[in-house]
Structures are given as structure tokens and as C-alpha cells.
């Protein structure tokens, strides 16, 4: 009988081991809890009927007759979710890179150019392209 809520117990909490990461130990000890708490119970009550009733097999016979099944869903997905995460780190990683390179550039820039106190008009509209008056649409 422990095997047996053992076993239910661990295919019941196996997702927690995935999820462990997003969620704090407070929410995961409730879910625990939870998730082994009517097993754990049938399992107690079972015991101590085993225990009390005088006829030796009629809480067998019960057991048999009221069996507790609750399926377990099979868990499919996983491999196309560890795909899509595989992908969004290699997504992610690319766009820091690419982060990198355009700051880097911008960074230079700002190195290289000369003082604002020290700088003229012409000075600035070619650092800053976007600060030109542009003549033809604000004439």
C-alpha cells in the first residue's frame, strides 16, 4: 500500500521538478500538499480500518470495490517546449550580440566627438544627422 501512494505521489509532483525554478518554496510546498494530501489520507484510513475491523478481508474487498483512480495526464509536450526555449535563448542571445555591436558603435561616437561647449552648428549636424533643419520641409 505505501509503494503504492509512493508511486502516485511522485507521478503526481514530477512536473515540480520543471517548474521548480519559477515558483518560491512557499508555493511549492502548498502544491506538494495538495497534490499528496487525498492519497496520503485514503492510504491512513485505509491502514487503520485494516487495524480495527475484526474480519480480516473486508477492508481488502473495499479497497477493491471503491479503487481510487485518478489518471495521470502523459505528458507530451515537454520536448516541443524545451525546442521553443532552446530557441528563444539562441533568439536572445543573438539580439544581445547584435545590442552590443550598435551601443558599441554609439559609444565610440560619443568618444570621438567634440566637446558640446566647443562644438559649432556644422559640428553638430554631423555628429547628430537628426538635429539638421531640414529646409525643404520647414522652409
Not at 521548480?20 to 484510513?45: H, N
Not at 487495524?51 to 502523459?74: H, N, Q, S, W, Y
Amino acid at each position: 500500500m505505501v509503494l503504492k501512494v509512493i508511486g502516485k505521489v511522485y507521478s503526481r509532483t514530477k512536473f515540480l521538478a520543471r517548474v521548480a525554478k519559477f515558483l518560491d518554496i512557499e508555493t511549492m510546498r502548498t502544491l506538494t500538499t495538495s497534490l499528496i494530501q487525498c492519497d496520503y489520507d485514503y492510504a491512513c484510513i485505509l491502514c487503520y480500518y485494516r487495524t480495527a475491523v475484526a474480519r480480516a478481508g473486508m477492508v481488502d474487498e473495499f479497497e477493491k470495490k471503491v479503487a481510487l483512480t485518478i489518471p495521470v495526464p502523459v505528458v507530451t509536450q515537454t520536448s516541443a517546449i524545451d525546442a521553443q526555449e532552446e530557441e528563444a535563448n539562441k533568439n536572445a542571445v543573438a539580439y544581445l550580440e547584435v545590442s552590443k555591436a550598435r551601443l558599441s558603435s554609439q559609444l565610440e561616437k560619443f568618444h570621438n566627438m567634440i566637446l558640446f561647449d566647443q562644438m559649432t552648428f556644422d559640428n553638430l549636424n554631423d555628429t547628430f544627422p537628426e538635429t539638421k533643419l531640414d529646409k525643404e520641409k520647414h522652409p
